[in-house]
């Protein structure tokens, strides 16, 4: 199996506070893989560290071939990195369409017919089309979330990370956003899927990573890892 992305002992420190210590982990082309942790057990942060939003950590990250360890944010998006973020960040005066356009014209450097019909290609595959023209403050719950799917999609990416994209939804919206997720997979995708929805979690994941403090605790089929004694413990606290 080919390796996407290898980090490789990232330690993160947030002044006197190890955030991260020596986190290594590897994502296999294609593959569905959930992150998983109590709150405040570093998964934000690792993402922070693999998308770019943070540079000052130690270790070292690999994506596609190349050392990324040192590239910016949108260095990363370049190369293929695109994350929803555990907040949507909507330009809330603006359509939907348009908040596909800025990451659209942001990779391929234009924003014309072209791009708009690609855009709209993807807010179909989302079930968004027809909110195309909508003020993005005026999404349901659901929808943003769809949109901030869709505004990584803009970027082309070959890794996709979903941070807690299922938050704060009902049961059948959370299916809608993992069959969105599993479709982009299908169609190629290497996905990091975190989310505090165990269930959900644990359907779309391939191979699960579970941090705790963090550090990695456990690592294996989803069925391995909510059985593991250490991650049990790590859970009770939470
Ligand atoms: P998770 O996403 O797993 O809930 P985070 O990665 O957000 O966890 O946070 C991990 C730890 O790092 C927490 O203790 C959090 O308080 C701390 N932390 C996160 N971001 C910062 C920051 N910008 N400054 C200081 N501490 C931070
Ligand atoms: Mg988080």
């Known amino acids: 199996m080919e390796t996407i992305l290898e980090v490789s002992n990232v330690i993160k420190q947030f002044g006197g506070f190890t955030a991260l210590s020596e986190v290594s982990l590897h994502v296999n082309k294609g593959e569905r893989l959930g992150l998983i942790g109590p709150n405040g057990s570093g998964k934000t942060t690792l993402i922070n560290c693999i998308s770019g939003a943070y540079t000052n950590y130690q270790g070292s990250i690999?994506?596609?071939?190349?050392?990324?360890?040192?590239?910016?944010?949108?260095?990363?998006?370049?190369?293929?990195?695109?994350?929803?973020?555990?907040?949507?960040?909507?330009?809330?005066?603006?359509?939907?369409?348009?908040?596909?356009?800025?990451?659209?014209?942001?990779?391929?450097?234009?924003?014309?017919?072209?791009?708009?019909?690609?855009?709209?290609?993807?807010l179909k595959g989302m079930g968004l089309a027809e909110k195309a023209y909508v003020q993005s403050n005026q999404l349901s719950q659901v929808e943003l979330r769809k949109m901030e799917l869709?505004?990584?999609?803009?970027?082309?990416?070959?890794?996709?990370?979903?941070?807690?994209?299922?938050?704060?939804?009902?049961?059948?919206?959370?299916?809608?956003?993992?069959?969105?997720?599993?479709?982009?997979?299908n169609s190629g995708i290497t996905i990091i899927m975190i989310e505090h929805i165990m269930q959900a979690v644990m359907k779309f994941s391939q191979r699960v990573v579970c941090l705790d403090a963090g550090k990695i605790i456990c690592e294996g089929t989803p069925e391995t890892v909510v059985k593991n004694p250490e991650v049990q413990r790590a859970y009770l606290g939470d």
């Open 62 to 122: 690999h994506f596609d071939g190349g050392d990324i360890t040192l590239l910016k944010a949108h260095e990363r998006t370049k190369r293929g990195i695109a994350r929803s973020f555990q907040i949507p960040r909507p330009f809330s005066s603006m359509t939907v369409m348009e908040n596909l356009l800025v990451p659209f014209a942001f990779v391929g450097g234009k924003d014309g017919p072209e791009q708009q019909k690609e855009a709209m290609e993807i």
């Open 150 to 185: 869709a505004r990584a999609m803009a970027a082309k990416p070959k890794l996709l990370i979903s941070d807690e994209a299922m938050a704060g939804l009902s049961g059948t919206e959370i299916d809608e956003v993992l069959q969105i997720l599993f479709d982009l997979n």
